[in-house]
């Protein structure tokens, strides 16, 4: 396995940071993360122009541009050479002598196989609960994920697989997923607020136009117990039907039409990617 | 420069993590930090305290006792025999296959110059601007800086040494001190709800017991207005008056006669400790 670090490739064992590095004293780094299927990189320009973004957003001077990251990206997947992997790329604070203001970034980018959810994941569906949070610097992809870490024995607990954050009575986000609402009069809901936009959000949201209506806007709390549908969506998970909020079932607790659909024409799309690619 | 990784002392260059460990992955790990002078620490029962309390907190089960650590601590300070040392202890949630769940915790310790501030910096006092903002799980110290870290190019366009957080109306904490307020009527006020509880704060309230009243309790943002003395304090910075905030003079913006006597006291509380030590 390789990886990249600053300027060169490097063994995977040998992607460390000294602790002096702002990501360990001080949590400060951002990254983005992608998916590649036979070492094609899906969406690559839309997580490119994230990452760089989010850095930006944290107040990092970045001297790669976006071809250098994506040429550095094919090669690594070229080397790895993996059905299915996970790209991380990061950009931290470096190692700033006060141990308190950013410097030079260190940038390391990892490659690793990725294991994405079986058709049978998807015929069974998510159980979620809700819980009052909003994460700071929402719009940033930065490395915290602190409460969302913190939270795991509460959700084993509660046989739930995953959390919705809530604020003021608005659901937003999951700590790596977009949710997604199918309403009892078809439309397709979708919070835009207080969140991270993500890019398998942005492309489910291409699918649907013209297909169905959409609404980019605030969800209540209350509206989830009578959605016909809820699913959510990202890079690693593709489109995950929600069967279950609180310990209440959605609807009669089965994937429903709309989500079987999106997440079909999501498989063809990134099909249409890496098909594209291989000629 | 020594460090110690988990179970053995290395050089300080040596104190590497590799970028899977869950404080780069997820920001996920919580630390302590204390001061020595001549290698004597200051106050260390109740820095291992609370790192030790820090990481139950956060769901780590550690295998090193307080004692284990304190030992390893002394030894650290014996051999980088510095003048003015920071040890930064911290436990991380460790290399995490699922790059999520806490798996065994690396446990870094390091040792480093330390530069407090001088009689001239008290002298001359600091500037600070108010913001709100609430920290995650604030009782934990945790590694997680990132409001802190990113608002440092406000406070350099605003000309302030530090920030104080609020929120509704109540001011909390500095990202790394406690406020005190010396009030029209000589009382010693200090936040106590949603902070971390500093060390030097504690120890601040027990030179103070006797002397004065004191009153823990929430303090509203325009009490700062009308206080007679304000001042903060934490391991690095001991004792250091606030004369300016969000741009008006505190009183007649020098530093007042209960900051300096308390600064005298905890002085002398920190050469007792040294004294005896080298007894």
Redesign the interface.
Known sequence: MA?YLNNRFVNN?E??????D????????VFDYLRAINSVPIFIDDHLNRFVASAAA??FSISKSKTELDDIIVELLRITNLPVAGVRM?Y??GYAPDF???VEPNL?I?CNPLKLPTKEDFDKGISIITYE?QR??PHIK?????????L??LLKKQLADDVLYFQNNSVTEFPRCNLFMITADDKLVTPVNNILLGITRKHILALAEGIMEIEERDIKTEELYCAKELFYASSTKRILPVIQVDGKLVADGKPGDVTKSLYYKLLELEFSITELASR
């Open positions: 990886a064992e992607a460390v940071l000294h602790v002096s702002l990501s360990m004293q001080r949590g400060y780094a944290m107040h990061m931290t604070g308190y203001n950013p390391v990892t949070f700071d610097l930065s490395i915290n994920y602190q409460m969302a870490v913190w795991q024995p």
